[in-house]
């Protein structure tokens, strides 16, 4: 076994310890909830469940710290982690969250000024990391090959995404409208660090949007995300990072600031950025958080509310100034990173426009993994499904679903199966050189940005599933 191999192997001694300690019913139903509740259509389902069919576990007894104290600075996607940290959902239904506030996409796509346009489409592009918000459990690695569908037919789209690389690890997907309005698509390689007390997501890959109507494509990449406290303390996450979104037809282009929590957290999940016209000239200021709501306004109504809060800020700041002097001694310095505390909540400038806002979460949220009513049912199997989807699918995966229904043994040992399967198909192909074929997508450039990209390869829908490999 060379070293590259070793690195990749799954830490199943931790594995072991962290499933022995874990005891909770697993007497649930391995489906979605109660069978032959309510009829299924395409793959979709006409009522979708409000609650998954176990509640999440306690972390708060497992240290991670014996695995990952060796790994500081290195990439996580090259370690497996223990089942413990993990969510019962695998990236590519993660990756499927984007599609939450479809709506937006829809509305632009009716809209008629470009401008409008380039509104809607940055507030999905917000929105689209929205649901990670308190997200901190791991979602589980996609084997190679592994595949995720999802027909909305009420929210009017389909989605498809397959995992197109295993080292790196890369996710291509591609999403349409069902009344033919838009094309969305890409691929998304999240490059993993450990810094000591956190975990940092640096996104790679173009994510693109096609409004066909209009004959416009937007791109753009996501923000980084971190994950704060992985060794003690209580987890928080804060996204950061500039966004882009480029209109190739006109030339607009939405640049969004997601900033980091600064001093005091008084910037945490804060995003402030502009729409400017080819020539740079600011023609919309947009602002709000992630977590919440998007609002926007035109340049002039945003500089004077900016220049009264400053007036405001300075005979603050002259009463501040008054007061006594805090001393560098005086301040504590904890193992942990504190969590900020979430300042008061947007406030809208005179005039402004509401441009999206968050859907609230069910009561039962936290006993979820903190999941949106959207995520509960993205691992739904109901009776039926089967007959219509690959065996590459995701809903199909033991250990997730073991997961999933509370069964942390079975889902560790599943897990441990699984992975040691794909390494004996990578010994397999390596010894005959054969190269991995993928099914759905095949490499290219993005016909827009020419950065090397996966592209869909169609007939998916076509549902001729007879050569999908056997990975599970």
Known sequence: MNGEEEFFDAVTEANQKITGMIDLDTSKSTRSGKSGERPSQENGIQKHRTALPAPMFSRSDFSVWSILKKCIGLELSKITMPIAFNEPLSFLQRITEYMEHVYLIHRASRQVQPLERMQSVAAFAVSAVASQWERTGKPFNPLLGETYELVREDLGFRFISEQVSHHPPISAFYSEGLNQDFVFHGSIYPKLKFWGKSVEAEPRGTITLELLKHNEAYTWTNPTCCVHNVIIGKLWIEQYGVVEILNHRTGDKCVLNFKPCGLFGKELHRVEGHIQDRNKKKLFIIYGKWTECLWGTDPASYESFK??????????????????????????????????????????????????????????????????????????????????????????????????????????????????????????????????????????????????????????????????????
């Not at 005086?330 to 193992?335: K, L, R, W």
């Not at 992975?419 to 095949?442: G, I, L, N, P, V």
């Not at 490499?443 to 490999?469: H, I, K, M």
Request: hydrophobic residues 30%; glycine residues 6%; negative net charge.
């Open 307 to 472: 220049k009264q809060e400053k007036r405001g800020d300075h005979l603050r700041k002259a009463r501040l100034d008054d007061g006594p002097e805090k001393a560098d001694s005086d301040v504590a310095v904890d193992v942990a990173d504190d969590i900020p505390v979430a300042q008061e909540t947007v406030q809208v400038i005179p005039g402004s426009k509401l441009l999206w806002r968050i859907n609230s979460r069910p009561p039962n949220s936290a006993q979820m993994y903190n999941f949106t009513s959207f995520t509960v049912s993205l691992n739904e199997l109901d009776s039926g499904m089967e007959k219509t989807l690959p065996p590459t699918d995701c809903r199909l995966r033991p250990d997730i679903r073991g997961m999933e229904n509370g069964n942390m043994d079975l889902a560790s040992q599943e897990k441990e199966r699984l992975e040691e399967k794909q390494r004996e198909a990578r010994r397999e192909r390596a010894k005959e050189e054969t190269e991995w074929q993928t099914r759905w997508f095949y490499p290219g450039d993005n016909p827009y940005t020419g950065t090397p990209d996966w592209l869909y390869a169609g007939d998916y829908f076509e549902r001729n599933f007879s050569d999908c490999p056997d990975i599970y």
